[in-house]
T-cell receptor, first 109, second 114 residues
Framework: KNEVEQSPQNLTAQEGEFITINCSYSVGISALHWLQQHPGGGIVSLFMLSSGKKKHGRLIATINIQEKHSSLHITASHPRDSAVYICAVGGDSNYQLIWGAGTKLIIKP | EAGVAQSPRYKIIEKRQSVAFWCNPISGHATLYWYQQILGQGPKLLIQFQNNGVVDDSQLPKDRFSAERLKGVDSTLKIQPAKLEDSAVYLC????????????FGPGTRLTVL
């Protein structure tokens, strides 16, 4: 079993829909990261959180430490949101990231 | 603030050739990471530097891969000789220090080995 599990693996939705991507982990963490990767390969860090909730524009990330679960929400989705969204957790020792497999999101106009 | 710079962005070589990638982290970031990302998979950490010292290189195939960060700033990753299975995106990231800091990623170098 992977230490970081994401669901769904693939998600296709229509423009304007509310999107939820889930991440569950089984290790002790210092923080959880949500990152975005476009087809060109570069990775952009969206959020780093260790408790509660963070919001940036149309993106919202929540984490429940007790349940070892995090969600990334996108409101009013747009085709430019199409990308792979990756959940990664930082362990509490040397802080190397443990990566989820990613969720490929396609937003159709 | 300038981000993490990497070059080249793309490289195509034949198997058994050598290749080198360069990374310049964000100014002031002590920790530098090299990742290998094979298509369809998450990034795999190859090596982690703290200043000019290696923190972890346990997943670096040392028979063919080498990396250095001599002055504790920019870094090079070399593959010699390349194999077909080395085709991947090589990502460089940096963070302010070890321990709970956000990692900032460069655009990556896409390597194709023919």
């Amino acid at each position: 079993k992977n230490e970081v599990e994401q669901s769904p693996q693939n998600l296709t939705a229509q423009e304007g829909e509310f999107i939820t991507i889930n991440c569950s982990y089984s290790v002790g963490i210092s923080a959880l990261h949500w990152l975005q990767q476009h087809p060109g390969g570069g990775i952009v860090s969206l959020f780093m959180l260790s408790s509660g909730k963070k919001k940036h524009g149309r993106l919202i990330a929540t984490i429940n430490i007790q349940e070892k679960h995090s969600s990334l929400h996108i409101t009013a989705s747009h085709p430019r949101d199409s990308a792979v969204y990756i959940c990664a957790v930082g362990g509490d020792s040397n802080y190397q990231l443990i990566w989820g497999a990613g969720t490929k999101l396609i937003i159709k106009p | 603030e300038a981000g993490v710079a990497q070059s080249p962005r793309y490289k195509i070589i034949e198997k058994r050739q050598s290749v080198a990638f360069w990374c310049n982290p964000i100014s002031g970031h002590a920790t530098l990471y090299w990742y290998q990302q094979i298509l369809g998979q998450g990034p795999k950490l190859l090596i982690q530097f703290q200043n000019n010292g290696v923190v972890d290189d346990s997943q670096l195939p040392k028979d063919r891969f080498s990396a250095e960060r001599l002055k504790g700033v920019d870094s090079t990753l070399k593959i010699q000789p390349a194999k077909l299975e080395d085709s991947a995106v090589y990502l460089c990231a940096s963070s302010f220090s070890l321990g709970g800091n956000e990692q900032f990623f460069g655009p990556g170098t896409r390597l194709t080995v023919l």
